[in-house]
Structure formats: structure tokens, C-alpha cells
């Protein structure tokens, strides 16, 4: 802004009163260059928003598969937790079950003293 006047207008009194001294003188859009780097900027800007929508929808889609999962693993060894529990195993090895490789019932046994 000059003079608390916006550029577009500026830019038409200038055009008007160009055209007014010669009439011969050819008319020319006259743009700022803020507007000029947006109109440049414009699509890098649509498809950086567009990858990083789906990049997001990725994220949650996979935070919802591995919850998903999880769920999955708990429901099917809910007896395990169960027979863990009623054996007195330590709370922290019941939280570990549902992700521990199956070994049977040796899981649940105290490491051997060395």
C-alpha cells in the first residue's frame, strides 16, 4: 500500500491517465508481486496440502490397524491373562503376554537361578 491506497488502484488511476496522455500506448495488466508468487505458488501449495492429507489419513488409518490388532491379540488370549493372574505372576509379565511369542505354559515359570 503508498499512501494507504491499494495497488489495484493506484494501478488503474496510472492506466487512466496513461491512456489519457496517448492513446497508442497498449493497456498491460498490471499485478503485485505478492499475488504474482501466489498465482506461481498456488499448485506446489494444493499438492503439498493434498500429500499431507493423505499422509494423515495414512497415520490414522494405520493407528486404527494397530489398535485393531492389539485388540485382536488380547481377546484371543484373555484365558492367558486370566490363568496368569490367578498364578500370581507379576503384573508387568500379565501386561506382556499379549505381545510375547506363544511358548506355552514355560512363560510364566521364574528365569532359572544362574
Not at 16 to 23: F, L, M, R, T, V
Not at 84 to 97: D, Q, T, W
Amino acid at each position: 500500500m503508498f499512501a494507504g491506497v491499494p495497488p489495484a488502484t493506484l494501478a488503474n488511476i496510472l492506466q487512466k491517465e496513461i491512456q489519457a496522455i496517448d492513446k497508442a500506448v497498449a493497456r498491460f495488466p498490471i499485478d503485485t508481486v505478492v499475488h504474482q508468487l501466489g498465482e506461481q505458488t498456488s499448485e506446489r501449495r494444493f499438492d503439498a496440502f493434498l500429500l499431507g492429507s493423505f499422509a494423515t489419513a495414512a497415520l490414522f488409518l494405520s493407528a486404527i490397524a494397530v489398535f485393531v490388532l492389539l485388540h485382536q491379540i488380547v481377546a484371543q488370549r484373555t484365558g492367558e491373562i486370566g490363568l496368569g493372574m490367578a498364578l500370581g505372576a507379576a503384573p508387568a509379565s500379565v501386561m506382556l503376554i499379549p505381545i510375547r511369542l506363544d511358548r506355552g505354559p514355560a512363560q510364566y515359570l521364574p528365569p532359572l537361578p544362574t
